[in-house]
């Protein structure tokens, strides 16, 4: 198992209050010992003028789960911020429910990366995201 810190989905969930991801209704899921998922509507809250999943919202979903893992993986007194973030679309999306998941690419002392793929709702590939991050303190 990667993480270090151990936080049941409800514990992680209740950090969202008040914040962009509580409002997104980006949810965690799944976590296993190797993944961190997360669910976030296709609503008024997510969609672009076109009634489309918007890019950014996909990129904060893909942020989120990526500082999230970061944070598990890391030691009590440090912190973990974003330092990059790519995110490829595949495929559009206009409802329904899409669906992150988020594994490591690369753990450091000091950096790390994670693949993000969000799927929608019939499994099928929509993005591919991935995160940099840097560790700190």
């Known amino acids: 198992m990667i993480w270090k ?9 209740a950090m969202n209050a008040g914040t962009m991801v509580e409002t997104l209704g980006i949810r965690y899921t799944r976590l296993t010992d190797n993944s961190l998922e997360a669910e976030m509507p296709v609503d008024t809250r997510t969609v672009q003028p076109f009634g489309l999943l918007h890019g950014g919202a996909s990129a904060a979903l893909a942020e989120t789960l990526g500082s999230m893992a ?3 993986t890391s030691q009590q007194g440090q912190c973990v911020v974003g330092t990059e973030i790519s995110a490829t679309h ?6 329904g ?3 992150g998941v988020c594994t490591p690419l690369h753990l450091g002392k000091n950096s790390q ?3 993000i793929a969000i799927f ?16 700190l303190g």
């Open 97 to 99: 429910v899409v669906r």
């Open 113 to 115: 990366t994670w693949d």
């Open 90 to 95: 595949h495929r559009a999306v206009s409802g």
């Open 120 to 135: 929608d709702e019939r499994g099928r590939r929509c993005c591919t995201s991935r995160l940099s991050t840097a560790i």
């Open 70 to 72: 970061g944070f598990l």
């Open 5 to 13: 810190r151990q936080l049941a989905l409800d514990a992680l969930n």
